[in-house]
């Protein structure tokens, strides 16, 4: 296989077509020919390091700070392995924060404080440390799972070793059904929103948006003409388009109009400038202060990028919405564990129930795989499948049933007729055949349902 990669390389075929044949034949290996893949993991490993490179180079970068940053000398020098490898491989700001939160957590947990200490350090210990997090720490799944990925990008990157299967006790998950507020609680909702955090909510509910690719919107990726919403890098790095609602048309020209201006002030006053993803500021140096690549929900103020160290107008914070949506959560009084994501729930649900296609529903909603799209239909109360709870069907039959108009019966004309008919045989049913038997014991269910009690008149 190397021989053959070489040769692919003379040939001029780059590094990450060269490592999605290594990835067909793991494959192919793995399902058909039920083999281990074991020796072509590190090729695999090796082609996605140059293709990050050869990605590198072409966007303009030519050094590693170009490509991975600035790194903190002050921390352990694994950690800043870690970094460099997390960020040479494209991984996000976000996702870097956990694992480097994670690693540092294994390391307290056993003493380690450089890269030497790991010399005596693998999978058993790894495996070790995951069951103390499931039994001692009673962490929730995704925790567990955090931590363990963390660890594995850490030796498979890092130190280049492999730490074997992991059979380590796992904190069990259950199946999570998503919340689901109805259109009258999002109208309520809605009420108790204003400005930016209403536009922010209406984006959520009307375009099935995250939070978080809603506030990386840039002005270029609406466009008021077709009525779309280009959404990029989002989970899974993908891309893809929704519609503009309507009712969105007006609120965001008036908001793009605020920010134009904000970003006017900014060329004034020479700090123009955004982040941009993939080392376009340095293929493009003009495109941090164009308009066009400007967050259409700006921060008021200007931040430091944790990886350079330049100064940006950033997009609102994360946790600037969610603050708003909890207030009005509480004054609309809905009784619900209601956050930013539910919005997308709803969106998705009530879609389902007006008879959208799945499929165009996981389109929408940039989902792999049609079965994570399938969970919403869990929560649906479907028209054609009428379930009717057995405490209703009760509770229907012992209403009385309504008489024609101008009949003279009453709805509650007195008792029964096998009640009457025992009346009409004297309070304890003396005379009656079915009350009575040839020699003059009463059944027993006259005594189980009426509890009248025996009195022998013979």
Request: glycine share 2%.
């Given at each position: 296989m190397i021989a053959f990669s070489k040769d692919q390389r003379d040939r001029g075929v780059p590094a990450w077509?060269?490592?999605?044949?290594?990835?067909g034949l793991i494959v192919f290996r793995q399902s058909v020919q039920n083999l281990s893949s074991t020796d072509l993991i590190p090729i695999h490993q090796k082609l996605g390091e140059i293709a990050a490179w050869e990605r590198a180079q072409d966007e303009g970068a030519e050094t590693i700070e170009d490509i991975v940053g600035k790194i903190n000398p002050r921390e352990a020098d694994v950690i800043q392995q870690l970094r460099r490898k997390l960020r040479f491989h494209g991984k996000k700001y976000s996702t870097e924060k956990a694992y480097v939160g994670k690693v540092k957590a294994f390391m307290r947990a056993r003493g380690?404080?450089?890269?030497?200490?790991f010399a005596n350090v693998g999978g058993p210990d790894v495996e070790s440390y995951l069951t103390d997090l499931a039994v001692d720490g009673n962490v929730a799944p995704s925790t567990q799972n955090q931590a363990f990925h963390a660890l594995l990008f850490l030796f498979e990157h890092v130190f280049k070793r492999d730490i074997g299967r992991i059979?380590?006790?796992r904190a069990s998950k259950g199946k999570q059904i998503p919340t689901v507020m109805s259109a009258d609680e999002i109208r309520r909702v809605f009420l108790h929103l204003d400005g930016t955090a209403l536009i922010i909510a209406k984006l959520l509910y009307g375009c099935g948006l995250r939070i978080s690719e809603a506030l990386r919107l840039r002005v270029k990726?609406?466009?008021?003409?077709?009525?779309?919403?280009?959404i990029h890098q989002s989970k899974g790095s993908k891309s893809r388009i929704v519609p503009l609602p309507e009712d969105l048309v007006e609120p965001l020209k008036r908001t793009l109009n605020s920010r134009r201006a904000l970003h006017e002030q900014d060329v004034a006053d020479g700090v123009a400038s955004v982040w941009l993803p993939y080392s376009l500021a340095k293929k493009y140096p003009n495109a941090p202060s164009e308009w066009r690549w400007q967050f259409v929900f700006a921060s008021h103020r200007l931040s430091k990028d944790p990886r350079t160290h330049e100064m940006h107008r950033h997009h609102l914070h994360r946790d600037t919405f969610p603050n708003h949506l909890r207030r009005a959560v509480e004054r609309a009084k809905v009784p619900k564990a209601v956050t930013s994501h539910t919005f997308r729930h709803s969106f998705a649900t009530h879609l389902?129930?007006?008879?959208?296609?799945?499929?165009?529903?996981?389109e929408l909603l940039g989902h792999k795989d049609v079965a994570t799209t399938m969970i919403y239909t869990h929560v649906v109360n479907r028209d054609d499948v009428a379930v009717v709870s057995p405490l209703d069907r009760m509770a229907s039959a012992m209403k009385p049933k309504p008489t024609a108009p101008g009949s003279n019966e009453q709805l509650d004309s007195g008792p029964s007729a096998?009640?009457?008919?025992l009346q009409s045989a004297g309070d304890n049913g003396v005379g009656h055949p079915l009350l009575e038997s040839a020699d003059g014991a009463r059944p027993r269910w006259w005594q189980k349902w009426f509890a009248v009690p025996y009195r022998n008149t013979g």
């Open positions: 077509k060269r490592q999605s044949m290594v990835q380690l404080k450089c890269s030497a200490d059979q380590a006790l990726d609406i466009d008021f003409d077709n009525q779309l919403i280009e389902l129930h007006e008879g959208t296609d799945i499929r165009m529903i996981q096998p009640e009457s008919e």
